[in-house]
């Protein structure tokens, strides 16, 4: 019953900024893992970051250190992922999911029992 909706994407210049949002309802999520994932044609889906509900702990893929922030709202039960110095590599449909804390790993999408639709994000030269 959990349901997530991802909101932000669009059409940026490099080295411009996005930022993405996830709403979430429908579960506990002090006992969740949110995560986003990246999908560009003809590659495979692809861990970006992942956050930890409570504490808060983050990680991050290391193509996207430095540059990419996801961070929450407990209040709103939102997630964001604040995307800074893009590049047209950065070019996907990025995917909003969440898993129980114990399930699988935070980089692989297999443990991941929750996915958004997607929102489209494309980087122009």
């Known amino acids: 019953q959990v349901q997530l909706v991802e909101s932000g994407g669009g059409l940026v210049q490099a080295g411009g900024s996005l930022r993405l949002s996830c709403a979430a309802s429908g579960g506990t999520f002090s006992d969740y893992s949110l995560g986003w994932f990246r999908q560009a044609p003809g590659k495979e889906r692809e861990f970006v970051a992942a956050?930890?509900?409570?504490?808060?702990?983050?990680y991050y893929a290391d193509s996207v250190k430095g540059r990419f922030i996801i961070s929450r709202e407990n209040a709103e039960n939102t997630v964001y992922l604040q995307m800074n110095s893009l590049k047209p590599e950065d070019t996907a449909v990025y995917y909003c999911a969440a898993k129980q804390f114990w399930s699988g790993n935070y980089y692989s999408s297999g443990g991941y029992r929750y996915w958004g639709q997607g929102t489209q994000v494309t980087v122009s030269s």
């Open positions: 956050i930890r509900w409570s504490p808060g702990n983050t």
